[in-house]
């Protein structure tokens, strides 16, 4: 058993949906150890028993890729299809560790992704990183033309209708919308988000600009609110929709 940090209050509750029992056990111990409650499912069908308990949802799932009934990836889609879980944060976990995976993963809206081995220490950070993300916020609202990102919701509307974003998704929306009309570099981004740092060659952060384009561009391919600046990064426009 990995030696855990002391904690004296519950930090939130984390579903691990991995079927290496070893690996789920040294984690429960591990993340129990730093005051979250954990909850295991071996098989994607008990995972699903779980999330429907809708008085009972976890604050973020760890989920294997490979998995005995199923793949994590087609799971994580069906996450972001239901309205009551698509804010759910998903760290995603997979043996493989290959660039692919990690991209499909992101683009199928996990919030972040470890390759196995990793040191427990570094799923407990990146677990406190995406739980401080979804952490409740004030009531603001910020508007930029038919776009409003509402702080209090945790959401981001266009034309009075939600869009569709991850917890982590949104944060990284919030993060250049506070920062509107500066170029903003990945580095910069992946800095104002509190997580992981940049590894070299890491994508994640133009998957993720990807996504929120589909979500709040009327035309993702030739997007007017989320900008690149070639060789420099991306900038949020300032004024849009004729302001």
């Known amino acids: 058993m990995v030696a855990s940090p002391d904690s004296g209050r519950s930090a939130g509750q984390v579903l691990i949906v991995d079927d290496d ?45 490979m998995l005995p009934d199923g793949d994590g990836l087609d799971f994580c889609r069906l996450l972001r299809a239901e309205p009551h879980l698509r804010a759910l944060p998903v760290l995603m976990l997979s043996a493989r ?27 407990l950070a990146r677990v406190k990183a995406l739980l401080r993300r979804g952490a409740p916020a004030t009531a603001e609202t910020l508007r930029f033309g038919r776009l409003e990102i ?20 949104f944060e990284l929306l919030l993060v250049m919308a506070r920062h509107a009309g500066r170029v903003m570099s990945r580095d910069q981004i992946m800095d ?31 997007p ?16 849009q929709d004729g302001e």
């Open 192 to 222: 104002a988000l509190k997580g992981h740092p940049l590894e070299a060659f890491d994508r994640s952060i133009d998957v993720h600009i990807s996504r929120i384009r589909a979500a709040i561009e009327d035309d993702p391919k030739a």
């Open 97 to 123: 560790g290959e660039p692919l995976d990690r991209v499909l993963g992101l683009e199928l809206g996990a919030d972040d992704y470890l390759p196995k081995p990793f040191e427990p220490r570094e799923l």
């Open 224 to 239: 007017k609110r989320v900008l690149t600046v070639r060789g420099a990064g991306y900038v949020f426009a300032r004024k």
């Open 150 to 169: 509402d702080l209090g919701e945790r959401v981001a509307r266009l034309s009075g209708q939600v869009c569709d974003l991850t917890s982590h998704q």
């Open 21 to 65: 029992a070893r690996l789920a056990d040294m984690l429960q111990g591990y993340l129990g150890g730093a005051g979250f409650r954990v909850m295991v499912a071996p098989n994607l069908t008990q995972a699903r028993s779980q999330l429907a308990l809708r008085s009972a949802l976890p604050d973020l799932v760890i989920l294997d890729l």
